[in-house]
């Protein structure tokens, strides 16, 4: 194997690499904006309670559709963390991939914490 090889090799690992992190964080963000979105329906579902307290009317297919649509958040959510969950852990510090029983970085010695979903 001649050197133009080894360079062509050693570009299609990093470009693999590097597009696995990629996807992980397009995934982490993607959580992240389910979940406020998620908030924010919770946050009108709780208005909506709060005003038939006050006995003001509010229409049942309102606070329904609010439901439905947190369920619907709630099925999206669950299949980007099950698509994170198979993914490889990453090194908090320098977003190496790390090994999944690693308790410390081998390229920046950041101490590893168990990934929770």
Known sequence: MNIWDR???????????????LEMAQTRAAITKL???KIRK????????YRVYNREHVADA?????????QDLDRELEAHRAR??????VCPGCSRPVKPEARYCPECGQSLRPVRP
Do not use: D, H
Not at 84 to 89: K, W
């Open 7 to 21: 360079v062509r090799k050693g570009t299609q690992t990093v470009s693999e690499k590097s597009s696995g992190l």
């Open 35 to 37: 979940e406020t979105e």
């Open 42 to 49: 919770f946050t009108e579902l709780g208005e909506l309670t």
């Open 62 to 70: 309102e606070m329904e559709k609010l439901c439905n649509e947190i």
């Open 84 to 89: 994170l969950e198979g993914a490889t852990p």
